[in-house]
Antibody, heavy 120, light 108 residues
Framework: EVQLVQSGAELKKPGESLKISCRGS????????IGWVRQVPGKGLEWMGI????????RYSPSFQGQVTISTDESISTAYLQWSSLKASDTAIYYC?????????????WGQGTLVTVSS | DIQMTQSPSSLSASVGDRVTITCRAS??????LNWYQQKPGKAPNLLIY???ILQSGVPSRFSGSGSGTDFTLTISSLLPEDLATYYC??????????FGPGTKVYIK
């Protein structure tokens, strides 16, 4: 059974750094792209970026380029989303999801979401 | 960038009603269009991929159609458990992607 398990909720202060995780199991981790999606409370889904664990090829939405870093550690089947300096506007739920290997490239398995709250 | 729009932004319908949600892309995306349902407090769930292919396990009252720039998600007979927000997603710009702004469905 394919599962994506995300790290727990975080409460951070503006300016702090953060790395959240998404551990995959039940499938070949290195052969499926993993994407990250942001959802500000009460708002819609925003596609942030995607990484291919097999070769670390990473692409970002222009809205998130330079704001976050996406990475993986294939030895522990885990993808990461990190910030070097959080802002209050980063408060949101963050989801990871696996992407199907071929056309039409849908997100079929999702993590449970990680709530990140940034507040002074 | 390919921009996605959805209409309406919200709707209220009665149990048994036929509900139609529209998604429009700013340029031709062929059938690289997926639909997701998100219930309150839950992660999104894939309903339709490739514009019209029903994901395994999804009830047959859901259907999708369209190609190019205009797409439709239809719920043939609305049930109370269909209370949710529905999002379209384009993957034509693979590996980049984008979601539509969502349509919130309320039950009268």
């Amino acid at each position: 059974e394919v599962q994506l398990v995300q790290s727990g909720a975080e409460l951070k202060k503006p300016g702090e750094s953060l790395k959240i995780s998404c551990r995959g199991s039940g499938y070949s981790f290195t052969t499926y792209w993993i994407g990250w999606v942001r959802q500000v409370p009460g708002k819609g889904l925003e596609w942030m970026g995607i990484v291919y664990p097999g070769d670390s090829d990473t692409r970002y939405s222009p809205s998130f380029q330079g704001q976050v870093t996406i990475s993986t550690d294939e030895s522990i089947s885990t993808a990461y989303l990190q910030w070097s300096s959080l802002k209050a506007s980063d408060t949101a739920i963050y989801y990871c999801a696996t992407r199907s290997p071929g056309y039409p490239y849908y997100f079929d398995f999702w993590g449970q979401g990680t709530l990140v709250t940034v507040s002074s | 960038d390919i921009q996605m729009t959805q209409s309406p932004s919200s709707l209220s319908a009665s149990v048994g009603d036929r509900v139609t949600i529209t998604c429009r892309a700013s340029q031709n995306i062929n059938t690289y269009l997926n639909w997701y349902q998100q219930k309150p407090g839950k992660a999104p769930n894939l309903l339709i991929y490739g514009a019209s292919i029903l994901q395994s396990g999804v009830p047959s009252r859901f259907s999708g159609s369209g190609s190019g720039t205009d797409f439709t998600l239809t719920i043939s007979s609305l049930l109370p458990e269909d209370l949710a927000t529905y999002y379209c997603q384009q993957t034509y710009s693979n590996p980049l992607s984008a979601f539509g702004p969502g349509t919130k469905v309320y039950i009268k």
